[in-house]
């Protein structure tokens, strides 16, 4: 099993719609979540981390932690044919003073206009 | 702000060569790691330094090589390529640690 679990799509959604991206987890040892963003060809881009259960909101982006199930989402308001890209979600464990990242696989999304 | 450039873009060698990315990043960042990146599998730690002079081995070290002589750079060695090692490879910075990462805009390598 491995330790991050995320859906590689494609998901294809109309412009304007509400889109949920998601991933689970196994390992309680995991402390900071992240979602990149990743167009094609390109570099991962940080969009938004977290370090507590709950929800945190950036513009058109929610990051929502719920430590309790092993759970994150990124929702997506509004969407946008820009939005179109692969979201990885990643997650950080502390071990003896290394911090390891460890990445999902990722999601492939398409907005369509 | 140039952000972290790598060179070459795109490589391909042959099985038995050797060759170095090169990885820089002007913003002052402490902290560099380099992943590798293969269809269907998420980012792979490969190398990560924490400071000029400080490198430490990262998920998927072997048949790779790091130095860290100044802030700037970090330059990745392969040694002997192998078919395996036909990959994405990101360089990434961050002023304080593996959550706030900016990565650099990969070089794909292929090994025939």
Redesign the interface.
Known sequence: QKEVEQDPGPLSVPEGAIVSLNCTYSNSAFQYFMWYRQYSRKGPELLMYTYSSGNKEDGRFTAQVDKSSKYISLFIRDSQPSDSATYLCAMISSTGGYQKVTFGTGTKLQVIP | NAG?TQTPKFRILKIGQSMTLQCTQDMNHNYMYWYRQDP????K?IYYSVGAGIT?KG?VPNGYNVSRSTTEDFPLRLELAAPSQTSVY?C?SSPQ??????????TRLTVL
Do not use: K, R, S
Request: proline residues 5%.
């Open positions: 972290v269907g599998m998420g980012l730690l430490d998920e990101f990434a640690g593996a959550d706030t990462q900016y990565f650099g805009p990969g």
